[in-house]
Nanobody, 122 residues
């Protein structure tokens, strides 16, 4: 199971750090990712990291503002979000799958967290 934490309410320009911890299985060898789903929108890719964390991908909308990282010793992944904008408001989900390559669509991931709300006000 995956469990997110760290969401909340922020002002535009603020920073938040999301965490996701796996229980019951190791994230070692898994690609890990963050997706988000805004009100009335489909779930969209935010960022992902391969099994080593050395290869990462970002959505254009967050590139340069968000940073993904992983700590396999803690069985966790993180998303540091800087320069938050109101359009970043969404439920953020962590996801994981055996590393066959970094996927950017939800169907590429078999394991999901329940989500954590991030609300950014202007």
């Amino acid at each position: 199971q995956l469990a997110e934490s760290g969401g909340g309410t922020a002002q535009a320009g603020d920073s938040l750090r999301l965490s996701c911890t796996a229980t019951g299985h190791s994230l070692s060898g898994y690609v890990v990712a963050w997706f988000r789903q805004g009100p009335g929108k489909e779930r969209e890719f935010v960022s992902a990291a391969n099994w080593s964390g050395r290869a990462t991908r970002y959505a254009d909308s967050v590139k340069g503002r968000f940073t993904i990282s992983r700590d396999d010793a803690k069985n966790s992944l993180y998303l540091v979000m800087n320069g938050l904008k109101p359009e970043d408001t969404a439920v953020y989900y962590c996801a994981a799958n055996i590393d066959y390559g970094i996927g950017t669509v939800p169907d590429a991931y078999a394991h999901w967290g329940q989500g954590t709300q991030v609300t950014v006000s202007s």
